[in-house]
């Protein structure tokens, strides 16, 4: 079973994402990178029922207070951020996932260097309300899916 490396700075093995009409499979370690300006967002999927979000934390970066239209899982991949949803906080490690209802107000602090996958259930996207604040400042998924066929706005979605 892989892991994510134990440093950010530990190579990965560069590979090429599998795709098929009813399918695609990430692979988080190669998405995966770390910035000192702020946390890294990747908008991994967008299919109008969900949307992925990898984010990359540094420790002490954080996500601020915040609310959204859709219901969000909150997994973290790697390392431990804490979770203030309506002021309560929670530390979630990696293996924990939090389930966050819509329009709760929800921040992120990166107690060490973390990964987290978010989830939103349906996608803003297909919502009118939309976010109240959105992290991913219009950033195109790397894959959307219409009813009839995925779109890849990447040939790779291993390494945007």
């Known amino acids: 079973m892989s892991s994510f490396p134990e440093t950010p700075e530990e190579p990965v ?3 090429e994402q599998e795709a098929a009409g009813d399918f695609i499979l990430f ?3 190669t998405l995966t990178h770390f910035r000192e300006e702020g946390p890294t967002v990747l908008v991994l999927s967008d299919t109008g029922a969900a949307r ?3 984010f990359a934390f540094r420790a002490g970066q954080h996500v ?3 609310r959204t239209s859709s219901q969000i899982l909150i997994q973290t991949l790697r390392g431990c951020i804490t979770c203030t949803v309506a002021n ?5 490690r990696a293996g924990m996932m939090l389930q966050v209802e819509a329009h709760v107000s929800h921040s992120v602090l990166a107690q060490t260097d973390a990964v987290m996958l978010l989830i939103m259930t349906p ?3 297909s919502l ?3 976010l109240e604040h959105d992290d991913t400042h219009g950033q195109a998924p790397l894959v959307t899916r219409t009813p009839e066929v995925a779109t890849h706005s990447s040939q790779d979605v291993s390494n945007g």
């Open 27 to 29: 692979d988080m370690r």
């Open 128 to 130: 009118r309300q939309g």
């Open 52 to 54: 992925m979000v990898l």
């Open 13 to 15: 093995e560069e590979k």
């Open 88 to 92: 309560h906080s929670v530390e979630v």
């Open 64 to 66: 601020k207070d915040h």
């Open 123 to 125: 996608s803003p996207s």
